[in-house]
């Protein structure tokens, strides 16, 4: 058939899209998938480092192991994207496809926050994870302040998460009464689109002691001064700040033209762009439904079932399900799941599985799963 298809990007979208190709079509397909780093990690592992729980090098997931029939995956740092020539530039050369799907996630925008600093005060990336690991055990007590510095970001809970895992860390070292943890959230409720898993969240954080403070962002942090600035004009102490920066579709992609507001403009039904054969998929696309994980890998199985039907000259029926479960830390070795559903119905629809134990297995499930499908691990 020999059509050439290139995917910018091995992370959530871009694995399940060129595994379900793989698994489908083969060799009978041309797929170059190109990812800057030579590993992909999870998010929620993140958390994990962070409060020490692993090391940072126990949660790579090497590209080396990502070997699938009719599947190329090259590292390099894509560089110019042409969406009407189909063409992308990297730092070793260019690729051109009969189909581009742009993967590449969500980028971090720290000169949006004064005194936010990549890999140092914040937990969203696996640099940053691994520094604040080693930041934490010389933590001796004070104001801490779980700090997002903008909406939409990915995975909602993640921020409630760090906050009762933080109280989970201060109260093992002895720290707990020394302490006080804040919430700095512009979303209404630590989970918008479910009010029940909101409401575990808020009372969890009452038991704990922990502020919510909605419907503000922080906007600088002066670390000397130990404070941080929201939106609203107010000032918190803080004597540890612990953030999620600004997020927003990387640089390459906003200057390709395909952006509005930071995002890629998709139907979110199809995740077409604007131009013939040029999709987009995961956290960078603007579809209205959360930056998490698994509604990445459903955008992605629906634009391949797509590719896959026009090749066999069938009707592309598939449309995106918007639907996903994302898992919630509630401390104590407790986890939470929420389903919901996005697109499917009139409006969101979510179902709400209280905290258990036995819902960690569940989450090892979700990780271990992936690692077979996409690492034969
Ligand atoms: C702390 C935290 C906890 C999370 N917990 C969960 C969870 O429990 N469940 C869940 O479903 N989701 C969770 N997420 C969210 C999840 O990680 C993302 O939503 C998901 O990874 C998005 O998939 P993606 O394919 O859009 O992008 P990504 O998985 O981010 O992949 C993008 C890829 O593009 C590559 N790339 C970027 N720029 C370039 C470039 N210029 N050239 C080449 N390659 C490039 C990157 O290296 C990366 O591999 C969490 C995120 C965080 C930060």
New binding site residues.
Partial sequence: MGMRIVI????????EMATTLSEALGERLEVTV????DA?V???A??DVMFGRVPAGAVRNPYADFVKPGVRLLR????GIDPVARRVT?DRGSHEGDILVI?????YDVSATPGVTLGVNE??SVAG?AHMAGVLPGFAGGDVVVGVCGAPY??PP?PS??ALMMHDYVAARGLGAATRITVVNPLPSPVPPSPEMSAAILKAFEARGIAFIPNVRVSAVDEAARMVTLSDGRVLPCDLFLGVPKNRA?D?VVASGLTEDGWVMVDPHTLATQYPGVYA????AATGVP??????EGA?RTVAANIISQLRGEPQTARNPGA?S??IEIGAGLIARIDVDFLSGPKPFGTFHGASVEMRRDKEH?GASRRARWFNR
């Avoid at 993967?103 to 980028?107: K, Q, T």
């Fill in positions: 910018l990007g091995a992370g959530f979208g871009g694995l190109i990812d800057k780093s992909f999870f998010g929620y993140k958390l390099e740092t894509v560089t990297t993967a590449l996630g969500a980028d937990f969203y994870a990915k995975c993640a998460e760090c990387a390459v998929v995961g956290d960078l930056k998490a994980g698994v509604y990445a992605a996903g994302c898992y979700f």
